[in-house]
């Protein structure tokens, strides 16, 4: 099925004042906090893959 | 967003209406009081888009009856704006690989893509925190 609206580009980019404010709640929840990175990293990856996110 | 601890047992989640739904993100913030700032930034954020709040807290109640039942989801939309975004909003929750390009279209009949922006947004805001908070008060609960 086509979509009747098409999107072009990023969809985030319609907001960059929200996702500026997303990018620095995501910076301190990776850099602070007691659970290392390499856990962090583990948890993302087998997250992205389980939800076929391609981030 | 409010600092309330989020405390109480199930039974005390389920009765709150959909206007306390924001007052329930405590148990994640006990352990990480440091994303308290970043996190109430971002929200408003997201609430100063082109989304009225009305609709914001009615999609962030159907996500929290539907994950930890701590609000009620509400009636159907009144129109069919609210209706398309809720079902949207409903799909987002429970599976969102369901969401196909019909469902998105319905929203975009009434929403601007920016709208769509902030609703994807502000519903895995909704759904992460929800998730976060069953679980942190389940152990919590379960320490009890």
Redesign the interface.
């Known amino acids: 099925?086509?979509?009747?609206?098409p999107?072009r580009g990023n969809?985030?980019d319609?907001?960059p004042?929200?996702w500026?404010?997303?990018e620095?709640?995501y910076?301190?929840?990776w850099s602070?906090?007691t659970v290392d990175h390499v856990t962090k990293e583990t948890a993302r990856l087998r997250n992205a893959r389980l939800?076929?996110c391609g981030l | 967003m409010s600092s309330a601890t989020g405390g109480g047992g199930l039974a005390d989640r389920r009765r709150r209406s959909p206007t306390h739904a924001r007052a329930t993100n405590g148990a994640g913030l006990r352990v990480?009081p440091?994303?308290a700032a970043?996190?109430d930034?971002?929200r408003?954020?997201?609430r100063?888009?082109p989304l009225d709040d009305g609709l914001l807290d009615r999609c962030e109640a159907l996500v929290r009856c539907r994950i930890d039942r701590s609000a009620e989801a509400g009636e159907d939309g009144g129109n069919p704006r609210e209706r398309a975004v809720l079902a949207f909003a409903d799909q987002f929750v429970v599976d969102?690989?369901g969401i196909?390009?019909?469902m998105?279209?319905a929203v975009?009949?009434h929403c601007s893509?920016?709208e769509?922006?902030?609703l994807?947004?502000w519903l895995a805001l909704a759904d992460g925190m929800a998730r976060f908070d069953a679980v942190l008060n389940a152990a919590t609960e379960g320490e009890a």
């Open positions: 099925m086509t979509a009747r609206h999107i969809i985030l319609e907001l004042e929200a500026a404010a997303f620095r709640l910076g301190t929840l602070h906090g939800t076929d | 990480r440091d994303l970043p996190l930034a971002y408003a954020a997201l100063d888009g969102p690989h196909d390009d019909g998105r279209d975009l009949d893509t920016a769509l922006a902030v994807v947004q």
